[in-house]
Nanobody, 112 residues
Framework: VQLVESGGGLVQPGGSLRLSCAAS????????MYWVRQAPGKGLEYVSR???????YYADSVKGRFTISRDTVRNTVALQMNSLKPEDTAVYYC???????WGQGTQVTVSS
């Protein structure tokens, strides 16, 4: 089983990024899929999740700005991030459960 994130980078405040998580060894439609972030010096924050029925959840800090989606053909999960703020700077991880699988993370930096 493997989760591989991509799409991170440096963006100015107000900009957008799209993160992608490619899964292998299981299907993204069978598990809860999460995007979790960790800002420098802080703990893990569950940003968004999507379940097998397509029900989504967003943390208050990103609601209205981020959108999670799932592509069952490509077996990927994406996080579209708009109106980015400096406080969105973090390493973003793709996470599947149960059982628990984690990607290696991708860095998102929002700075002018």
């Amino acid at each position: 089983v493997q989760l591989v994130e991509s799409g991170g980078g440096l963006v100015q405040p107000g900009g957008s990024l799209r993160l992608s998580c490619a899964a292998s060894g299981f299907t993204v439609s069978s598990d809860w899929m999460y995007w979790v972030r960790q800002a420098p010096g802080k703990g893990l924050e569950y940003v968004s999740r999507i379940n097998s029925r397509g029900t989504t959840y967003y943390a208050d800090s990103v609601k209205g700005r981020f959108t999670i989606s799932r592509d069952t053909v490509r077996n990927t999960v994406a996080l579209q991030m708009n109106s980015l703020k400096p406080e969105d700077t973090a390493v973003y991880y793709c996470h599947a459960a149960p059982p628990s699988y984690w990607g290696q993370g991708t860095q998102v930096t929002v700075s002018s």
